[in-house]
């Protein structure tokens, strides 16, 4: 069975920083595209960032450019969501995933019924 694990949530204060950590035990990521995908209480499920494998395409949702960075470290078979300057608002469970059928993150944008893995998902709590 394929799993992804999320780890690296918790709760900070606004401003400060979070590393969120995306590995697959049982299942290599090379050649797919990965994605965090986050849902905050209330609200739905919304794409955050993409990392390619085929081209190093990355994407962000632009609420989080310049604050998220997303990176991938083939030899761990892991991908992070280092994330600065984090605000309340970025409160949510997020959550990897990945999509077999595609090696990059050109063309439409967190097409959620697209990535076929996902993980149970890490909280993030931003409040002080």
């Known amino acids: 069975q394929v799993r992804l694990v999320e780890s690296g949530g918790g709760l900070v204060q606004p401003g400060g920083s979070l590393r969120l950590s995306c590995a697959a035990p049982?299942?290599?990521?090379?050649?797919?595209?990965v994605a965090w995908f986050r849902q905050a209480p209330g609200k739905e499920r919304e794409g955050v960032s993409c990392?390619?494998?085929?081209?190093?395409?990355?994407d962000y949702e632009d609420s989080v450019t310049g604050r998220f960075t997303i990176s991938r470290d083939n030899a761990k078979n892991t991908v992070y969501l280092q994330m600065n300057s984090l605000k309340p608002e970025d409160t949510a469970w997020y959550y990897c995933?990945?999509?077999?059928?595609?090696?990059?993150?050109?063309?439409?944008?967190?097409?959620?019924?697209?990535?076929?893995?996902w993980g149970q998902g890490t909280q993030v709590t931003v409040a002080s």
């Open positions: 990392i390619g494998y085929s081209d190093g395409s990355i």
């Open positions: 995933a990945a999509n077999t059928m595609r090696s990059s993150c050109r063309g439409p944008r967190f097409v959620q019924h697209e990535f076929n893995y």
């Open positions: 049982d299942f290599t990521l090379d050649y797919y595209a």
